[in-house]
């Protein structure tokens, strides 16, 4: 495993940076390279927010009982959700360094969320010995 990951520790800083010195000199604009033109943004826009917001709404969702444990979970779940959202904006208007930033925030938070997640009783039924 770490001989794959030394390739993403070296490159993954590098990209960084060259995406926000292209930030700072572009501006966000929608011309990038994979930018949707018309309509097509906004349904990419729109399908993020409804994959989101059904992980907060619905009762299998990820998020919602991150939620009811407050905390730092639902910290962890806010930030998430706006970073899957900023990984929708990015596609959308063609900044990959955005979409891959708001995923990796996304992916980071979901992964300790679900590690977190573990059952509160220890015996079945609710019963704990």
Do not use: E
């Not at 930033?101 to 996304?106: F, H, K, S, Y």
């Not at 938070?109 to 019963?127: E, Q, R």
């Amino acid at each position: 495993m770490r001989l794959i990951a030394i390739p993403f520790a070296i490159i993954g800083p590098i990209v960084t940076v060259v995406g926000l010195v292209s930030i700072s000199r572009h501006g966000l604009v929608g011309s990038g390279p994979g930018a949707l033109h018309g309509p097509f943004r906004y349904l990419w826009l729109a399908f993020a927010v409804v994959i989101f917001g059904q992980s907060w709404l619905s009762r299998n969702g990820l998020y919602r009982p991150a939620a009811r444990r407050g905390g730092w979970h639902l910290a962890a779940a806010v930030v998430s959700s706006l970073g899957g959202l900023v990984f929708g904006l990015g596609i959308a208007i063609g900044q990959l360094a955005i979409a891959i930033a708001g995923l990796a925030v996304a992916g980071l938070l979901c992964l300790f969320l679900v590690m977190d997640d573990k059952p509160t009783a220890s015996g079945p039924g609710g019963v704990s010995d």
